[in-house]
């Protein structure tokens, strides 16, 4: 009996948790959701960026890919306020990337092309941190659920560290444009062979 009603304080407090972070994700794609129909209502008002456009969607799948598989800690984790305060801090930093994507300053700069390249700092330095942050979630999750996902997980995370490094000290284009398609093809792939079901 005890047990049971331990299932259901737990469950109740997970969905009480899931009100905070369904808050600063849904902040996340609004935000980014409002600048996306600002582009297409204003076309002409400043140049686009693919690169840049590339990232702002990537931004969007790591938002919904992060509501989806937050889902799991419900079942596997006993909360404490630590891990509230861990879990609410990693959601805020994806609003901080949607934020760094799209900004309001972006009307200083003559096109998406200049104020990506001139925010790149900012917006790799995150993106490089989420990773990390990314893998103590999962170890969060447990041992067994960690390794689960096999060495590619820890692989992937490396290898984004490293690349949002490299992406976060040089404006070459070649290597921004082949950062972004090659990460959104990898993204997609990760979500629909790891995450399409709970």
């Known amino acids: 009996m005890q047990a049971a009603h331990d299932t259901a304080s737990m469950a109740t407090l997970y969905a009480h948790i899931r009100i905070l972070m369904g808050m600063i994700v849904g902040l996340g794609l609004t935000h980014l959701l409002r600048h996306f129909a600002n582009l297409i209502e204003n076309p002409r008002r400043k140049p686009i960026y693919w690169v840049h456009l590339g990232w702002a969607l990537s931004m969007f ?3 919904i890919h992060f509501w989806w ?7 596997l984790v006993q909360w404490s306020f630590n891990l509230y305060l861990f879990v609410t801090l ?3 930093l994806l609003y901080l990337l949607c934020a760094c994507v799209f900004s309001d300053s972006a009307s200083e700069y003559p096109d998406y092309r200049e104020y990506f390249y001139a925010r790149r700092q900012w917006f790799f330095g995150l993106l490089a941190l989420a990773y990390a942050v990314d893998m103590a979630d999962t170890w969060i999750k447990g041992p ?3 390794h689960g996902f096999g060495p590619e997980f820890v692989i992937r995370n490396l290898v984004y560290i490293v690349l ?3 992406a976060a000290l ?3 284009p070649w290597f921004h444009g082949a950062f972004v398609s090659l990460g959104l093809a990898y993204q997609i792939s990760w979500i629909a062979r790891q995450f399409e079901t709970l």
């Open 170 to 172: 040089t404006r070459n």
């Open 61 to 63: 799948l790591y938002l």
């Open 144 to 146: 067994a659920y960690f």
């Open 164 to 166: 949002c490094v490299v």
């Open 69 to 75: 598989w937050e889902f799991r800690l419900g079942h």
């Open 90 to 92: 990693y959601a805020l």
